[in-house]
């Protein structure tokens, strides 16, 4: 919230530059360091491991949501009120946050086994995800997705430009196209609940996820590309969500934060060089044979972990 209400005042001042962005965004990502894993961690002692999924569920609901109600308010509250008043709107949108998180009661019963330092207790936390292949294996998924699957967005703007040739309003819908795909995806996981075969779920979407990204980066449809992508958005949710229940009811209560924290780092640590990966191979092969070829290695690598940990397929 003050990161928020520091952008707000700048903006207003004209004392904003990209030096400053640049470091508020740097400050942002610490704060999320600590605050990312320990909500996600959190989460199944709110709710109870038997709820854990459709709360997880709830929460992509939630969040994806926003992707599509968002650019629409942020432009009219933009139009109204400027670009400093939308971020004093969003600075101020915190307190509902904070008033959630000040009525929640941790169970204090819970103890970790520490080691007294954070370099060991990461450690301990390491030793832990190497020695359970299924926790590995779902991490490697995850990276997978992060580092070569999840690039795509930062491309969209040459497809809609350049590819599809729609505009900046085409853009539009094609970003929204991906939020209302999960945001189905995510109440489709919500009703289902508790199901078996969670595994063969988690494969299928993950190779649906793939052969999505594949098409898309061949589509010169406008049509086609949108459907191509609300099945991206939908199927990513679905495996990220899964893969977030999978490993938090797989660790013990003890390493659950430690996990949940390389999973996070995962997530989001490996994005930014994947971004990288796409921007670079984008200018030489073009971001349409880009997006193929990151479909392609994510369907190879998924079916090589599919095949090495035959323990995700075979999942209740």
Known sequence: MLLAFILAVLTQLNLITPRQIMLIAVFNGIV???????????????VGKEHLLNAIALNALAF?????????LAGILIASIGMS????????????MLSALVLIRPNLRLKANNCGSA????????????????ILALIMMVGVASLFGISYTILMPIFAHDILHVGVKGLGVLMSSAGAGAV???????????????????????????????????????????????????????????????????ASDEFRGRVMSVFMFTFAGFM???????????????????????????????????????????LP
């Open 119 to 134: 370099v060991g207790d990461l450690k301990e936390g390491l030793q832990h995800i190497r020695k359970s292949r299924l």
């Open 64 to 72: 994806n949501s926003s992707r599509v109600i968002g650019p629409a």
């Open 85 to 96: 008043g939308c971020f004093y709107v969003n600075a101020v949108s915190f307190l509902a």
């Open 184 to 250: 189905i995806a995510a109440l489709i996981l919500a009703r289902l609940g508790e199901f078996k075969r969670r595994g063969r779920l988690l494969i299928s979407s993950s190779i649906v996820f793939s052969l999505s990204l594949i098409c898309f980066g061949v589509s010169k449809t406008y049509l086609f590309s949108i459907v191509t992508i609300m099945f991206i958005g939908g199927s990513s949710v679905l495996a990220m969500a899964l893969i977030n229940t999978l490993l938090q009811t797989t």
């Open 272 to 314: 930014p060089f994947g971004n990288l990966i796409a921007g670079t191979f984008s200018q030489t092969l073009g971001a349409g044979t880009t997006v193929m070829l990151s479909g392609v290695v994510c369907v190879v690598s998924f079916l090589a972990i599919n095949a090495r940990f035959p323990e995700i397929r075979n």
């Open 32 to 46: 999320m360091a600590f605050d990312a894993p320990s909500r996600q961690a959190v989460v199944a002692e709110l």
